[in-house]
C-alpha cells in the first residue's frame, strides 16, 4: 500500500475521531434512572400526568433519553451537541396518529435536567400538546 495514502488514512481516522469526541457532552456512560413529569394541554383542558420513572443505558454514542410506549415508533433526527447540552428533534408514529417533538436536556457528569415539548393530533380537530420535564442521575453500569 502507498504510505501516502496510508498517512492520509490514519490522518482522516484521527481527525473524524477527535471531532466525535469534542462532540459528545459531559456524561457519564451507563445506567440512569429518568424521572419524567408531564403536563397535557388540549383545547378546554389541561391535564397533569403523574410522575414517570424509568432507567436506560445511555452512552457517548446514543446520549438521548427516549422511552417509547407500545405501539409507537419514534426517530430521533437533527440531534447537535453544543458544549453539554443535548438537543433534538423527534417524530413518532403511533395508534393515535403522527407526534413531533422538540426536546434539549443538559448533562452535568452523572446529572442531568431538560425539557420536551411534543405536539399530537387532538380526537376533536386540531393539535394537543404536552411539556415534559427531565431529569435523569446516573446509578451504576449498564446490565
Known sequence: ?????LLLLIIVLLLTYVS???AAPDMKEGLWEITVTSKMEMPGMTMPIPPVKYTQCLTKNDFVP?????GEQ???VNV???GNTVSWTVKCNGKEGP???TGK?????DAYEGVMNMTF?????GEGKMTSNMSGKWIGKCK
Open 105 to 109: 436536556i443538559t448533562y452535568k457528569g
Open 121 to 125: 393530533p387532538n380526537e376533536g380537530g
Open 66 to 70: 427516549q422511552k417509547n410506549e407500545k
Open 80 to 82: 447537535t451537541v453544543n
Open 74 to 76: 419514534c426517530e430521533k
Open 99 to 101: 407526534t413531533k417533538g
Open 1 to 5: 500500500m502507498d504510505k501516502k495514502f
Open 20 to 22: 466525535f469526541a469534542a
